[in-house]
C-alpha cells in the first residue's frame, strides 16, 4: 500500500508554490490547483521541480482526497471548496504552518493592522547589519517555505497576516509582534471585530515562558485583550504616553529601550522613518532585536539609516514646489490615517478604490485639519463624497491614475503636498497596489 502523503495546494502564487516545491521536496504527492491563470515565473517553477498542477480549474475531486491541503491566505474560509473540505475533516493550513514543520529556526512574527510591512522590513534589516543568519518571508520577500526548502537560516522575520493566522494551528513564534488592531477585512470575519480581534491575537498561540509577545500599549483594543487573555510568553509593551518597565517608551524626546537588564536610549529625531506611527514601528523592531541580543549600537546605527520600503509614504519627486507622495500601500482607513497624521504640509489628496466597508468619520478631523482638495480615484466614490463634501472645499472624481495625477497638480499651490494614500483596496482599477503606486510615480514624471 503507498503511505506516501498527499498534498494539494490550493494557489499557486508566491506562497503555493513555495509549498509546493516544499511538500514535493520532503517526498509528499503534490498536487496544486489554482482557478486563476499561473503566472509565467510560477509555472517555470513548478516544470523546473516537475510538480504535476493545473490552472483556470479546481478538480474538486482529485483535492478532496488529499490528505492535507495547503492554501492560498487569499481564498477565503467561505468558499464552497474549503467548506467541502471540512466537512471532509481534511485539514486545511497555511504555508507558514507547513513550512515551520521543517525548520529549527527562530522566528520573529509581525502582525498589526498597519504597519507591518515596515516593522518586518525595519527589524529584517537591523538582524542583517548586525550580521546574523537571517531570512525574510511571510507576506513579504520570498515564499516562506521556498526558503526553508533552499535555505539554511538561523532567523526568519515573518510579515504574518490575519488570513495566514486564521490558518496555524501548531505554528509558534520565539517572538511576537502585534503592533495594533483596527477594523479591517471585516468581509472576511462576517463583520464581527471580535472574530478578527480573536484571528489576530493567534499570533501568541502555543507561546510558553521562554518566548517573547511584543505589543502596543497605547493601541487600546490590544491593550484591553492582553488584559484579558492568559499569555504565557514574556511580555514587553511600547508606548508613547506612558513609561513601561521593560520594553521601549518615549520621555520627552527620547526613546527609552529596556530588555532583560539592558538598556539604551535614542533621541527620536534621529529615527530614519518620520511620524508617530513610524515610532511605534521603531519601537517594537529595536525590543525584538534587543530580546536576540544584538548589540545597542547596531540597533541605534540601524534605526538611523533604514530606508522605508515603496509604496509607502514614499517620497517621488517635488515638481513646482509641490512634493508628491506615493503611499498606495495604505489599503485601509487607518492607514490612511497615519498618512495624513505625517503631513506637515497642505495636501491634496487621492483617494479611493475598492471599499471594504469604509468608516472614514476616524479621518474626518484630520482631513478638515489638513487637506483642501480631494481626488476620487476609484468606480464608485459615493462614499468619500458623501463622508468628506460638507469640509473639504473642492472634491473631483477621476477614473485613471494619470487624469488623477493631472487634476492634483492642477489643484496644488506652492508648498502642497499631492499625496496618494487611497485608503482602499486598488482592485477595481488595477492589478494591485504595486501597480497602482506604480503608474501613479509614472505619471507624476510625466508632469
Known sequence: MNSTKKIAVLGAGESGVGAAILAQRKGMETWVSDIGKIKPKYLEMLRKEAIPFEEGMHSEEKILHADEVIKSPGIPEQAPLIQKLRAKNIPVISELEFAARFTHAKLICITGSNGKTTTTLLTYHIFKNAGLNVGLAGNVGRSFAYQVATENFDYYVLE???????????????????????PDHLDRYNYKLEEYINSKFKIVQNQTSTDSFIYCLDDEITKSEVIKRNIPAKTYPFSITEKVEEGASLQGEEIIFNVNKSHFTMRSNRLSLHGKHNMYNS????????????????????????RNIEHRLEFVATIHDVEYINDSKATNVNSAWYALESMTKPVVWIVGGTDKGNDYSVLKDLVQEKVHTIVCLGKDNRKIISAFSTIVPFITETSSVKEAVKKAAQAARGGDVVLLSPACASFDLFENYEDRGNQFKAAVRTL
Open 283 to 306: 519601537m517594537a523592531a529595536g525590543i525584538a532585536s534587543m530580546v536576540v541580543g544584538i548589540r545597542k549600537d547596531s540597533i541605534r546605527e540601524s534605526l538611523v539609516d533604514f
Open 160 to 182: 504574518v497576516s490575519s488570513f495566514q493566522l486564521d490558518d496555524m494551528y501548531k505554528f509558534k513564534a520565539d517572538i511576537s509582534v502585534l503592533l495594533n488592531i483596527t
